[in-house]
């Protein structure tokens, strides 16, 4: 009986002897690959918490797919590393793939990330009025690759995220307020102080024109044919066009009905001596009829 025992610890201390560190390399390398699972959920976790929440749900969600299995994929490396496989290979070609990867997919993680920075820096937002480099209309949607204008004659465009981020924006909503500018023009004769009250009062008449700022109202410029007002006035951005469509009307109907003319473009032409001409023509008509 105690020979077998002997036998039997003889080839067990044997085995720990040759597969020994084998083994403690195989449990080292599995602990590994387990520390990354966990750090990787912590880290989504964080990621999430901190700044993902703030973006959409679609791109948060593939933001923390990246860094979740990121970090698996670093953390298998580094596990068959310990375990004693060569990873040099799985290194070269793995840089070799990310590199035609990289090559083939610019554009597609350009308008990505593109996407990414247009949700944090919010430039606009879905139904703002825009001008994006000259095309002008309603953002219909923002996805993670591009933005959808419907253009003001109902055209829906749809913009890369890596040219909208690098073009220059105009967001006629972004401020609460905007002004509205007229230039207006009453003959040489009109009584430029009653004109101005004229104006004023229609101005001041209508419920969405703003008292401070205060309107302004002022003569521009002498013209060819006209004295040239110009009047400035603030509206609600949500009301911007309707009032400056409706205001224009009103305040030509009141300068009507004030009996201040609004003078269209004129040209005095002098003509001298033509009696002179006419004369000058029939004696050289005439002279000729005689040859």
């Known amino acids: 009986m105690q020979g077998w025992l002997a036998v039997i610890l003889a080839q067990l201390s044997t085995l720990l002897h040759h597969y020994g560190p084998i083994a403690l390399r195989y449990l080292a ?10 750090i990787a959920i912590v880290t989504r976790k964080v990621a999430h918490r901190s700044f993902l929440r703030n973006l959409p749900r679609d791109v948060a969600s593939i933001v923390e ?37 990289g090559f ?22 879905p139904g703002d009025p825009v001008d994006i480099d000259g095309i002008g209309g309603v953002v219909q949607d923002i996805t993670i690759f591009s933005t959808r204008v419907r253009t003001w004659d109902g055209v829906v465009t749809r913009l890369p995220n890596s040219k909208v981020f690098d073009a ?54 002498l013209g060819d044919s006209a004295v040239i007002l110009k009047v400035r006035f603030w509206v609600p951005s949500s ?19 004030a009996g201040i003319e609004i003078p269209f473009p004129q040209r005095v032409v002098w003509l001298r001596n033509i009696a002179r001409a006419e004369i000058e023509v029939r004696d050289d008509t005439g002279g000729e009829g005689g040859s």
Request: aromatic share 10%; proline share 3%.
């Open 29 to 38: 390398a599995a602990l590994a690959f387990a520390l990354s699972i966990f």
């Open 65 to 101: 797919k990246l860094i979740y299995y990121g970090i698996i994929a670093i953390g298998a490396v580094s596990a068959l590393a310990i375990a004693g496989v060569e990873t040099t290979g799985l290194v070269v070609a793995g840089s070799l793939v990310g590199v035609a990867l």
């Open 104 to 125: 083939a997919s610019q554009t597609v993680v350009s308008n990505f990330l593109s996407g990414i920075f247009l949700y944090l820096d919010r430039p606009f937002k």
């Open 168 to 221: 220059t924006i105009r967001n006629f909503a972004g401020n609460v307020v905007r002004r509205v500018e007229y230039s207006v023009g009453i003959a040489y004769d009109a009584d430029i102080g009653h004109a101005i009250e004229v104006i004023k009062g229609v101005l001041d008449e209508h419920p969405l024109v703003l008292e401070e700022p205060e309107p302004e109202i002022f003569v521009e410029e």
């Open 239 to 257: 009301h911007w066009f309707e009032v400056k469509r409706e205001l224009l009307r009103r305040i030509k109907e009141a300068l009507d009905e």
